[in-house]
């Protein structure tokens, strides 16, 4: 009797993936191509016990690599319904995300921003990101040209966001015409001089958009557009 060595197939085998050039053929002028197909768990059972069922008598399978054979696929399977439990997992938490993304309609949202718009006899509030206690902090308002329309002094201030509110009047006490104004905003250093602080303007949430992926939710913000949840620094009333 001739002896041949039985290999137990793996769970993890993808059909379709080689070929040889005695076996390999193609349509003429086609350019097809076969498909692979992934072999799962009950084919793999379905291979191993043919094997077991013709293996030679005189040469059994080794134990060892049957047993490890057994474990490939227990490992294969639990990852695939690990898969499919984080799957239902992750459906759960968009769902319960997009419920409570609906409670921030209408709410105010703090985002970082060096622009403002002033609607018609409106105010622009907001607030200056301070990361060190300073004698004196001020908010510079310019128009489209560049030409400063107001300057806020905040004065003394801590460690921390600072707030301001800005009117819409100009220097001179007039009212300054609706549109975008850019906001700049620095503060006295431990040195002589003064040192640029990042800028936060207020805006209404007016919807709320899931993304898919890694994406996550985006506001739409009055008078700032499309802004990420990840770069709201803060939501209020």
Same mark, same amino acid.
């Given at each position: 009797?001739?002896?041949?060595?039985?290999?137990?197939?793996?769970?993890?085998?993808?059909?379709?993936?080689?070929?040889?050039?005695?076996?390999?053929?193609?349509?003429?002028?086609?350019?097809?191509?076969?498909?692979?197909?992934?072999?799962?768990?009950?084919?793999?059972?379905?291979?191993?016990?043919?094997?077991?069922?013709?293996?030679?008598?005189?040469?059994?399978?080794?134990?060892?690599?049957?047993?490890?054979?057994?474990?490939?696929?227990?490992?294969?399977?639990?990852?695939?319904?690990?898969?499919?439990?984080?799957?239902?997992?992750?459906?759960?938490?968009?769902?319960?995300?997009?419920l409570q993304a609906s409670s921030l309609l209408g709410h105010q949202a703090l985002v970082s921003s060096t622009t403002a718009t002033l609607a018609a006899n409106g105010t622009v509030?907001?607030?200056?990101?301070?990361?060190?206690?300073?004698?004196?902090?001020?908010?510079?308002?310019? @128009?489209?040209?560049? *030409?400063?329309?107001?300057?806020?002094? %905040?004065? &003394? $201030?801590?460690? /921390?966001?600072?707030?301001? #509110?800005?009117?819409?009047?100009?220097? @001179?006490?007039?009212? *300054?015409?609706?549109?975008?104004?850019? %906001?700049? &905003? $620095?503060?006295? /250093?431990?040195?002589?001089? #003064?040192?640029?602080?990042?800028?936060?303007?207020?805006?209404?949430?007016?919807?709320?958009?899931?993304?898919?992926?890694?994406?996550?939710?985006?506001?739409?913000?009055?008078?700032?557009?499309?802004?990420?949840?990840?770069?709201?620094?803060?939501?209020?009333?």
């Amino acid at each position: 009797m001739t002896t041949s060595t039985v290999l137990f197939p793996n769970p993890n085998y993808v059909a379709g993936s080689s070929s040889s050039s005695g076996s390999s053929s193609s349509a003429s002028g086609t350019g097809a191509t076969a498909s692979s197909t992934t072999l799962g768990g009950t084919d793999f059972l379905t291979l191993m016990l043919a094997q077991l069922k013709n293996q030679d008598p005189t040469s059994p399978v080794d134990s060892n690599q049957f047993l490890s054979q057994l474990a490939s696929l227990s490992t294969v399977q639990g990852i695939t319904q690990l898969n499919t439990s984080f799957s239902s997992l992750s459906s759960s938490l968009v769902s319960s995300q997009a419920l409570q993304a609906s409670s921030l309609l209408g709410h105010q949202a703090l985002v970082s921003s060096t622009t403002a718009t002033l609607a018609a006899n409106g105010t622009v509030t907001g607030a200056v990101s301070v990361p060190q206690t300073t004698s004196q902090a001020v908010v510079n308002i310019s @128009d489209s040209t560049g *030409a400063l329309v107001q300057q806020i002094n %905040l004065g &003394a $201030q801590s460690t /921390g966001m600072a707030n301001f #509110s800005w009117d819409g009047k100009a220097a @001179d006490g007039s009212q *300054a015409p609706a549109g975008t104004y850019t %906001l700049s &905003a $620095q503060y006295a /250093g431990a040195t002589s001089g #003064s040192t640029a602080a990042t800028t936060y303007v207020n805006g209404t949430v007016q919807s709320v958009t899931m993304g898919a992926g890694t994406t996550g939710l985006t506001l739409s913000v009055s008078g700032l557009g499309s802004v990420a949840f990840s770069n709201v620094q803060q939501i209020s009333n």
